[in-house]
Antibody, heavy 114, light 111 residues
Framework: DVQLVESGGGLVRPGGSLRLSCRASGFTFSTYWMHWVRHISGKGLLWVSRINNDETIRDYADSVRDRFTISRDNVENTLYLQMNSLRVEDSGIYYC???????WGQGTLVTVSS | DVVLTQTPLSLTVAPGQSASISCISSQSLQDTDGRTYQYWHHQRPGQSPQLLIYEIFNRFSGVPDRFSGSGSGSNFTLTISRVETADVGLYYCMHAIELPYTFGQGTKLEI
């Protein structure tokens, strides 16, 4: 079965950093584009970033560009999101998805607050 | 950015009845390759979203045929036939025609 398991979320002060991980199993990770999507309670879903299978293409939402970095390790079958200079508005549940949402992880909660 | 407008934002349906959700895009979601990059996701309370429909009308693996998608260009509809209690939650329209991908506001379905 396809499984995506996120980790790394937590409470951080504005200006701080977090590194999210998404461990994949049950499929050939190295052949899929992967994405991060944020869910904000009461406000819906926001696409954050995507990466192609060999890391030659990385794209970001305007609101996170230059602060967040997406990467992957195709040996460890893991997707990452390095989040720097965090803002209150970055708070939410972060999901990794395989492709355009064919499979979603359970999410990891990020709370940015002073 | 492409704006997706869903209507209604909330609806209540009796078990066994049908429900329809509309998604209108600010631009056509049909690409030059002829494919239309429009999707429907369902998020049950307390759970992760799940893909229901991709490219207008294709049901994702394991999705019951009670769920059907239709439409073209910039106008799309999700129809749920014979609604069940498990269908509660939020339904989101999404596009992937260009970056950034965006979602509709979500439609809350109550039974």
């Amino acid at each position: 079965d396809v499984q995506l398991v996120e980790s790394g979320g937590g409470l951080v002060r504005p200006g701080g950093s977090l590194r999210l991980s998404c461990r994949a199993s049950g499929f050939t990770f190295s052949t899929y584009w992967m994405h991060w999507v944020r869910h904000i309670s009461g406000k819906g879903l926001l696409w954050v970033s995507r990466i192609n299978n060999d890391e030659t293409i990385r794209d970001y939402a305007d609101s996170v560009r230059d602060r967040f970095t997406i990467s992957r390790d195709n040996v460890e079958n893991t997707l990452y999101l390095q989040m720097n200079s965090l803002r209150v508005e970055d708070s939410g549940i972060y999901y990794c998805t395989r492709g355009l949402g064919g499979y979603w992880g359970q999410g990891t909660l990020v709370t940015v607050s002073s | 950015d492409v704006v997706l407008t869903q209507t209604p934002l909330s609806l209540t349906v009796a078990p066994g009845q049908s429900a329809s959700i509309s998604c209108i895009s600010s631009q056509s979601l049909q690409d030059t390759d002829g494919r239309t990059y429009q999707y429907w996701h369902h998020q049950r309370p307390g759970q992760s979203p799940q893909l229901l429909i991709y490219e207008i009308f294709n049901r994702f693996s394991g999705v019951p045929d009670r769920f059907s998608g239709s439409g073209s260009g910039s106008n799309f509809t999700l129809t749920i036939s014979r609604v069940e209690t498990a269908d509660v939650g939020l339904y989101y329209c999404m596009h992937a025609i260009e970056l950034p991908y965006t979602f509709g506001q979500g439609t809350k379905l109550e039974i």
